[in-house]
């Protein structure tokens, strides 16, 4: 390999690894893996700080965190255009959010599971387990969502 490009890579990975022990620090409940689950650990952290949120201990199926008056969400996260919805199930509540480089996230979903379910009833399953590429589609049911069917920010 390169030397310039090997030092680079060393230099990034040196920086990630410190971005992770800090957000460890931060937030120690959160184990921030650069396995893939760095951008959910990160998406439900900053969710439970903006939003009236606990999350669960350790990874739990279906759901990430309890809201104060005891629903069940799961979050979901990404830094680019896209996020998911499971195929198997229906999450009581869904929290999508889209994060910015600076911390700042946009909603992009706030509501029952059941109402996404409902347009993606007919969808084929899929390999993965998991509907993509729905970003317009939950800004625009996210518009309809009554306000007592969010989940309220703190």
Known sequence: MDQTIQGQIEQALKGLFAAVSML??????????????LVGDIGEVVASLSYGLTLNEGLT????AVTDDGRNVQIKTTF??????????????YLGIRMNRDGTFE??????????QQQLI???????????G???ML???NQ??????????R
């Open 24 to 37: 460890q620090k931060a937030y120690p409940g959160k184990p921030f893996t650069l396995d893939g689950r």
């Open 122 to 132: 007919t969808r084929k399953a899929t390999k993965t387990g998991l509907h993509g």
């Open 107 to 116: 909603e992009v979903y706030n509501g029952p599971g059941y109402l996404i």
């Open 144 to 153: 309809n969502v009554p306000e007592s069917e969010r989940i309220p920010r």
């Open 80 to 93: 680019g255009t896209t996020l998911t919805f499971p195929v198997h199930h229906v999450p009581d509540y």
């Open 61 to 64: 199926k279906h759901h990430d």
């Open 139 to 141: 800004k625009r049911i």
């Open 134 to 136: 729905l970003m317009s």
